[in-house]
Each structure stands twice: as C-alpha cells, then as structure tokens.
C-alpha cells in the first residue's frame, strides 16, 4: 500500500513540476528544404536550428533533413508526398510548400509544421487544417528594424535593399525597410536616401512594379553580386539583404569594397560576414522560427499539437534584431533607439507599410508614432 501510495504521489510530482513533460513521446521528423538546404546561414538554416533544439530537449527523438533542389511548388508536395508515411511530423520550408493542405487531409495522423506560408487548395485558396500548424511573420516589421539601423549608420547617407524575387514576404521586407528609413528621417533627420536601380525592378504576384533591387533569384550569386556592387558603386554603404542564398553574392560584393556593411536577414548573419580581421555585418533582422518551431514539435511530442493558421510578430517575440554583444556593430544610441521602436511596435503603434496590408512605404500608419 506504501509503495503504491509513494508511485502515485510520484506520478503527481511529475505532472505538477515538468507539466507533463514526463509523457512526452518521442517522434520522427522531417524538415524539407527547397531550393537550399539546411546550412544557408539565413532562413533554411534558422529553421533547421529549431529542430535541433528540439531534439536537446527530446532526446529520444530524432529528424532528417531532405532538399528538393527544383524550388517548383508541385515538385516540393511531390517530396512530401515521397516521405509522408514515414514520419511523425514534417517541417516545410517556405511558400514552395503551401499546396500541402489535400496531402495533410489524405494523412490526418502526420503533423505538419508549415513555415512562412498558410496551405492552399487546388485553386491557391487560403484553408486550414487540424494537423497543420501554418506560421507566417510580419516581415515589414523586421525590414522596418533594418531600414531604422541603415539610416541612423550610414555616413555616406545612401542605403538599399535587396530582395530575391517579390513574392509577398519579400516585398514586406523590402516595404518595411523603406517605412523604416522614412522613419528615420522624419524622427532623427538622418537624411538619407533610398537607392533603387531601375534595371532591377521587382513586378510583385498581382503583376505590380514595386521597385526596389530584385536579383530575380534565392540562388544566383553571381547576379547578387552584380546587384550589390551596381548599389555599392552609386554611393550605398548599408545594404538590407533579403535574397536567400543570393545575397551571399551581395556579401561577396561588400566585403570586396571597403567600409560598406550588410543589415542581415532572418538569422543572425554575423559569421557569413567574417572578412578577414574585420565583418561586414552591421546587425541582423532576425523571423524567430527555430524557437517556434521547436514549440511547437514539443506540443506535438506532449499531445498538445493545435492546428491552425497564425501570424506571428514582435508582439509574439518572433521579430527582432542582434544586440548580442560582439555580434554587431551598432552604437549604443542606435540600440536604443531600435528598442524604442520595437516597443511601439509590440504595443502596436508602429505599422509599417507591407505587401500584405497593402499600405505603402511613404504614409504607413504609426509614422507620427512618439
């Protein structure tokens, strides 16, 4: 009776102190890719980091990376499709993924994790679903804390951004970082200019011209290259890049110029900026998806999985910036002025212009914002 008795006061110990983490089971996982894999030093490989820290805390567990090299959405379900009975949950990374959502409903005991779009129907309608956890962010606020760090740095007051292709997340960084040094200039008087070269143009989803810096691809390097030095050559000495695999071209063309520095984007970028003694990385605009993923693989592995679609901000502390000591190179008064804006922009009152809102650079709401 006794040792019954201690069994089940031990049971309580464990649902009280570790809220249910001794019921957590393990899983198998899968991230998927396309068209870089997992070691990008950007987006993929954020993503990636998630994963990892899930299986730090959940050691019976365990994942694999696959990569669909063609970036062609109907080729990414296909590798889903591929892989889909052999796993517990699956990770996609990336707009290439959204038409999941017949394969999630064909496979209702596999949990899908997907990341920067919500799932599609045959018709590229927005549906949702139990058992996928759709994330997408408000990049605009990112770009926004990017384009406030170009304008209160630069010296030779000329800055840029460059994208990869306009799809809707790429046009909310390239709008939130034009909102950002609008703010910059009204509030602080910076004076600084935003550089965009005609040649390269983007042409959003509903066949709009956004302007801006379009290498026109998440791959091409060496046309990055020839993007960031055409910007370099007009003047800019801060570049935002948000160009996926890309912008490693633009970083190539900053660390072969001098005192010209890179805002990087989604994860912190300061290694990909090493440059001999020196970096080239000013500070990084950070999409927190490894923490949101790993969450969210935890409440499958407890059976606390919620499907849905959800878009996530600096009010969910999934927007910010690197302030981390030795991995920047902001001044202090730049700091703070970028926590002040990140406040106002948790508690609401800075919104900065977005694809998705359909506001634009030049009169986005919150610009008044003291």
């Given at each position: 009776?006794?040792?019954?008795?201690?069994?089940?006061?031990?049971?309580?110990?464990?649902?009280?102190?570790?809220?249910?983490?001794?019921?957590?089971?393990?899983?198998?996982?899968?991230?998927?890719?396309?068209?870089?894999?997992?070691?990008?030093?950007?987006?993929?490989?954020?993503?990636?980091?998630?994963?990892?820290?899930?299986?730090?805390?959940?050691?019976?567990?365990?994942?694999?990376?696959?990569?669909?090299?063609?970036?062609?959405?109907?080729?990414?379900?296909?590798?889903?499709?591929?892989?889909?009975?052999?796993?517990?949950?699956?990770?996609?990374?990336?707009?290439?993924?959204?038409?999941?959502?017949?394969?999630?409903?064909?496979?209702?005991?596999?949990?899908?994790?997907?990341?920067?779009?919500?799932?599609?129907?045959?018709?590229?309608?927005?549906?949702?679903?139990?058992?996928?956890?759709?994330?997408?962010?408000?990049?605009?606020?990112?770009?926004?804390?990017?384009?406030?760090?170009?304008?209160?740095?630069?010296?030779?007051?000329?800055?840029?951004?460059?994208?990869?292709?306009?799809?809707?997340?790429?046009?909310?960084?390239?709008?939130?970082?034009?909102?950002?040094?609008?703010?910059?200039?009204?509030?602080?008087?910076?004076?600084?200019?935003?550089?965009?070269?005609?040649?390269?143009?983007?042409?959003?989803?509903?066949?709009?011209?956004?302007?801006?810096?379009?290498?026109?691809?998440?791959?091409?390097?060496?046309?990055?290259?020839?993007?960031?030095?055409?910007?370099?050559?007009?003047?800019?000495?801060?570049?935002?890049?948000?160009?996926?695999?890309?912008?490693?071209?633009?970083?190539?063309?900053?660390?072969?110029?001098?005192?010209?520095?890179?805002?990087?984007?989604?994860?912190?970028?300061?290694?990909?900026?090493?440059?001999?003694?020196?970096?080239?990385?000013?500070?990084?605009?950070?999409?927190?998806?490894?923490?949101?993923?790993?969450?969210?693989?935890?409440d499958i592995a407890a059976g606390n999985f919620k499907g849905g679609n959800y878009l996530?901000?600096?009010?969910?502390?999934?927007?910010?910036?690197?302030?981390?000591?030795?991995?920047?190179?902001?001044?202090?008064?730049?700091?703070?002025?970028?926590?002040?804006?990140?406040?106002?922009?948790?508690?609401?009152?800075?919104?900065?212009?977005?694809?998705?809102?359909?506001?634009?650079?030049?009169?986005?709401?919150?610009?008044?914002?003291?």
């Open positions: 009776m006794k040792q019954r008795l201690l069994s089940v006061l031990a049971v309580a110990l464990c649902v009280s102190v570790f809220a249910g983490a001794c019921f957590a089971e393990s899983i198998k996982a899968a991230i998927v890719t396309s068209p870089n894999d997992v070691h990008d030093g950007g987006f993929n490989e954020n993503n990636y980091n998630g994963l990892l820290q899930f299986v730090e805390t959940n050691p019976d567990s365990s994942f694999t990376t696959i990569q669909d090299k063609t970036g062609d959405p109907a080729s990414c379900v296909k590798t889903i499709e591929d892989i889909v009975a052999d796993y517990d949950a699956i990770v996609c990374v990336g707009f290439q993924f959204s038409g999941i959502a017949e394969l999630a409903e064909d496979n209702p005991d596999v949990k899908f994790l997907l990341v920067d779009t919500w799932p599609a129907d045959s018709n590229g309608q927005t549906v949702s679903a139990e058992n996928i956890n759709a994330m997408t962010f408000k990049e605009e606020q990112g770009g926004f804390l990017a384009g406030l760090a170009a304008a209160l740095s630069s010296r030779t007051k000329k800055v840029a951004v460059v994208n990869g292709i306009a799809f809707p997340t790429n046009v909310n960084y390239q709008y939130g970082f034009m909102s950002g040094v609008n703010y910059a200039n009204k509030h602080y008087g910076t004076g600084v200019q935003i550089v965009e070269l005609p040649s390269y143009s983007g042409t959003d989803v509903t066949g709009k011209a956004v302007g801006g810096n379009y290498v026109g691809s998440f791959i091409d390097q060496a046309n990055g290259k020839i993007v960031g030095q055409a910007l370099i050559r007009e003047g800019c000495d801060v570049i935002f890049v948000a160009a996926g695999g890309a912008g490693m071209g633009v970083f190539t063309a900053a660390k072969e110029a001098k005192d010209v520095y890179i805002v990087g984007c989604d994860a912190d970028q300061f290694d990909d900026g090493k440059n001999g003694d020196a970096n080239i990385i000013l500070t990084s605009s950070l999409k927190v998806m490894d923490k949101n993923n790993a969450r969210v693989l935890r996530l901000g600096a009010a969910e502390d999934s927007i910010d910036y690197v302030k981390t000591p030795g991995r920047h190179q902001l001044t202090d008064d730049v700091i703070a002025k970028l926590d002040a804006a990140l406040a106002l922009m948790k508690a609401g009152k800075i919104l900065p212009a977005s694809f998705t809102s359909g506001t634009m650079p030049d009169s986005f709401e919150g610009l008044d914002a003291e």
